[in-house]
């Protein structure tokens, strides 16, 4: 990293370009964890372990695609807008056209081996070549529009803030489309309705890159890496590194946690309660559990630090679920309660991780001497995906050793599987993501203060 650019300040107008970047990626990612599962095993007549398969069959693609455009990232030469900021204009337009193509509904009458196919090919052009073509790019940026501690967690809240909006519209707007009762009087889904709402939340997403490029400012000069990649230099940097090792494990561990309590809300409200407006209505109360608690986290980051209010975050989800699986409610009402609770210890993780993986790029900065933003966030994105191939193997796994298929989708035994499913896999999710904190996480509130006083230091003799 070299001097700070001469251009205007840091203010609302990156934080809110960065915002839509983040709306733009979730666009396509929600609705991919919240809706695909659903949409193989429902409307194309995919077997759940085999989309949950092929879900983590992906994740080893992507071990290479990944570091692969970490490599080109780091590698890519600034130019006027910057360095990273150029990729999300570049591969907005793929990353849309290959969502449409998951969900091509047109193919529910094609041969069972063509589909199985075509999943697995538009799965992995969207998840491992097109979206991690531009997510990679887009988180290492932080970085280079801000050094400052604190203006980087707003840029953490205001990102999350994004994806909370995605998930309004995915969350809320999604099952209110998607969702039909047919002549039994069962809660469906339709194929034809799904795949309209790829295509306008594609086009969404492009609109929102496109604000997120014209909005932000890169101010801090990265120079283009020239060190040759090598396993060694990538070990060095991130796995022999424990704040990045641990804040893989979290990531891997409140994605799971997270995705499946998502996409099994696809399953637990229209199968086991019968409702499909308390699908939407949870996406409501998740989104604007966010949104009450992202004035405040700034200041909660400041008095107590960010481990320690992600930490307790963890232990808040954790607590509401065990009560959810000792309760077995079939009242919607209570259980949409005590997921929202849940939701808050989703909300105090996700509004300070971003941050938190700046406090990682700088901790390894200090200890090993190299600033490589486009490998580590690469390798993040990596957790991050296994967390999401997690949450639909292992949920794609219990549904259907439960023996749901579409067949089955409302008999007792099965719909009390599915509660138990939502329930248990995020509350142990939740579980051990507040032991990996505690135990393993090294940054807290003074280390971090220290790392940025070390740096900054480093940055004033360089001059």
Not at 252 to 280: D, E, H, K, V, W
Request: charged residues 15%; contains cysteine.
């Amino acid at each position: 990293m070299d001097n700070t650019k001469n251009v205007k300040p840091f203010g609302l107008k990156d934080k809110i370009g960065y915002l839509f970047g983040d709306f733009g990626n979730d666009f396509t990612f929600i609705l991919s964890s919240a809706i695909l599962m659903k949409f193989y095993t429902d409307v194309m007549g995919v077997s759940a372990g085999i989309v949950g398969l092929m879900m983590m069959a992906a994740r080893f693609v992507d071990a290479f695609t990944d570091v692969a455009m970490g490599e080109i990232t780091d590698k890519s030469k600034p130019t006027a807008k910057g360095k990273f900021a150029p990729w999300i204009r570049r591969m907005m337009g793929p990353v849309a056209i290959a969502s449409v193509l998951m969900y091509a509904s047109w193919f529910a009458d094609m041969p069972m081996g063509f589909k199985v196919f075509w999943m697995f090919f538009s799965y992995l052009l969207w998840g491992s070549v097109c979206y991690t073509g531009i997510n990679i790019p887009y988180g290492s940026m932080a970085s280079a529009i801000t050094s400052n501690p604190k203006e980087r967690q707003s840029l953490s809240t205001f990102r999350t803030i994004g994806g909370s909006m995605a998930g309004v519209m995915v969350g809320v707007i999604v099952p209110l489309i998607v969702y039909y009762t047919d002549a039994n009087g069962n809660t469906v889904i339709s194929g034809t309705k799904v795949t309209t709402v790829a295509i306008i939340f594609s086009i969404l997403a492009v609109i929102c890159y496109s604000l997120c490029y014209v909005l932000t400012t890169e101010r801090v000069k990265m120079d283009a890496v020239h060190e040759k990649f090598s396993i060694k230099s990538l070990i060095e940097v991130t796995f022999a590194n424990r704040s990045m090792v641990s804040i893989i494990v979290a990531a891997l561990l409140l994605l799971l946690a997270q995705l499946t309590l998502s996409s099994m809300g696809n399953y637990i409200y229209p199968n086991y309660f019968g409702n499909s407006m308390a699908l939407s209505l949870s996406g409501i109360l998740g989104v604007g559990v966010v949104l009450i608690f992202s004035p405040f986290v700034s200041k909660l980051t400041g008095k107590f630090g960010r481990k320690e209010v992600a930490t307790f975050g963890a232990f808040v989800g954790f607590g509401s679920l065990l009560v959810a699986y000792i309760m077995h409610t079939h009242n919607v009402v209570i259980f949409l309660v005590l997921s929202t609770i849940s939701f808050v210890g989703q909300a105090l993780f996700n509004l300070v991780v971003w941050a938190m993986i700046t406090d990682v790029i700088d901790d390894i900065e200090v200890t090993k001497g190299k600033r490589r933003d486009g490998i580590i966030y690469a390798v993040y994105s990596f957790a991050r995906k296994l967390g999401q191939a997690a949450a639909a193997g292992i949920s794609g796994l219990l549904l259907t050793m439960i023996g749901y298929t579409q067949e089955t989708a409302f008999e007792e035994g099965v719909v009390n599987g599915i509660y138990n499913i939502t329930v248990l896999v995020p509350m142990l999710g939740f579980g051990a993501l507040a032991l990996v904190l505690i135990f393993a996480y090294p940054l807290n509130k003074a280390k971090v203060e220290e790392n940025a006083k070390i740096l900054a230091e480093r940055k004033a003799n360089e001059k």
